[in-house]
C-alpha cells in the first residue's frame, strides 16, 4: 500500500523491523534473497574495489552479513550501525561477530557514535530514508569521513520502486502530486515463499529531493548505476522475467566536495 504524503512516526517504523528482525536474519543467512545475493550485493562489491586496510561504516547493518564479507575482503576495520536491538544482538552472537576487526553498535546513524574523519569508505546498503529528518544521516556521514573518504549509497529506485503488487498497472505513484510528496510503502515481504511477520514502512522522495539530501551535505555524485540482472541471467532463470519488471535500485557513488 502506498500512502502518499502521510507521515509516520519513528516508533512505528523501528516497530516494524524488531518484529521482523527473526525473519531477515533468516532470510539473509540462508541466501534467500535473490535480489541481494545476486544483484545488489555483486554490484556493492564490485563498485567498493580494493577494501585492504580500509576502516569502514557499515550503515544499516542489519545482522552484520555485510560487515563479514568486508573484514573477509581485507577492510581493516568496520562498524555496523543499526537502529535496531535485536538485529546488533544477531550480529554481535554470530560466530564471527567477535572478530576484532568489526564492532557493532546500537545507534542511530543520524548520530553516529565515531570520530571526525576517521572513516574511508562508508557504505549504506539499502538503508530505508528516516522518517523525522532522513538529510541528517547524509550530514553525519560527511562528517565522519575522511577528506579522500568515498560514500556509497545502495537504495531502492525513487522513480520506480513500488510495493509489490503495484509494479504492473498504474505504477509507483498514482499522481504527480504524490511522486513529488513524501511516498510512504506499507508491505510485507515474501521472500523464497516465507512471508515477513508483520508489515514495514518505507517512505521515499523524488529523484530531486534524494540527490539533494545527498549534495546538500556536501557531496558530489561522482558515479550513478542502476544494478539489474544481466542478459545472461534473465535468459538462464525465468525468476528475473516476472520480479524484476522496471529499475528497482539505484547505486550512487560520492565524493566529499572541497574548496578550491
Known amino acids: 500500500m502506498t500512502q502518499g504524503d502521510e507521515m509516520l512516526g519513528d516508533l512505528e517504523v523501528s516497530r516494524g523491523y524488531q518484529q521482523n528482525a527473526e525473519y531477515w536474519e533468516r532470510i539473509v543467512r540462508q541466501r534467500l534473497d535473490k535480489f541481494q545475493t545476486e544483484v545488489t550485493d555483486v554490484a556493492l562489491m564490485n563498485l567498493i574495489g580494493d577494501c585492504s586496510g580500509a576502516n569502514m561504516l557499515d550503515a544499516g547493518c542489519g545482522e552484520g552479513y555485510f560487515t563479514r564479507d568486508l573484514i573477509s575482503r581485507g ?14 544482538t544477531a550480529a554481535r552472537e554470530h560466530p564471527e561477530g567477535g572478530c ?18 576517521s572513516i574511508d569508505v562508508v557504505v549504506a546498503n539499502r538503508l530505508p530514508h ?16 575522511r577528506p579522500s573518504g568515498r560514500l556509497l549509497v ?15 498497472g498504474v505504477g ?35 529523484l530531486e529531493q534524494h540527490i539533494g539530501m545527498i549534495t546538500a551535505a556536501g557531496f558530489a555524485i561522482t ?3 542502476e544494478p539489474r540482472p544481466s542478459p545472461e541471467q534473465r535468459r538462464s532463470d525465468e525468476f528475473w522475467e516476472t520480479n524484476f519488471t522496471r529499475p528497482l535500485f539505484m547505486l550512487l557513488e560520492c565524493a566529499i566536495v572541497t574548496a578550491n
Open 75 to 88: 577492510a581493516a576495520h568496520v562498524h555496523g550501525v543499526d537502529t535496531c536491538e535485536e538485529l546488533i
Open 100 to 117: 576484532l576487526r568489526s564492532e557493532y553498535h546500537h545507534a542511530d546513524v543520524a548520530d553516529l557514535p565515531l570520530d571526525d574523519g
Open 130 to 145: 528516516g522518517i523525522a529528518d532522513p538529510a541528517k544521516r547524509f550530514d553525519e556521514f560527511r562528517r565522519v569521513l
Open 154 to 168: 545502495l537504495s531502492m529506485h525513487p522513480c520506480f520502486y513500488a510495493a509489490r503488487g503495484e509494479r504492473d
Open 172 to 206: 509507483f505513484a498514482s499522481t504527480i502530486d504524490d511522486y513529488f510528496g513524501v511516498r510512504t510503502v506499507q508491505q510485507r515481504f515474501d521472500v523464497a515463499g516465507l512471508t515477513s511477520p508483520v508489515e514495514s514502512f518505507q517512505q521515499f522522495y523524488s
Open 223 to 225: 558515479t550513478l548505476l
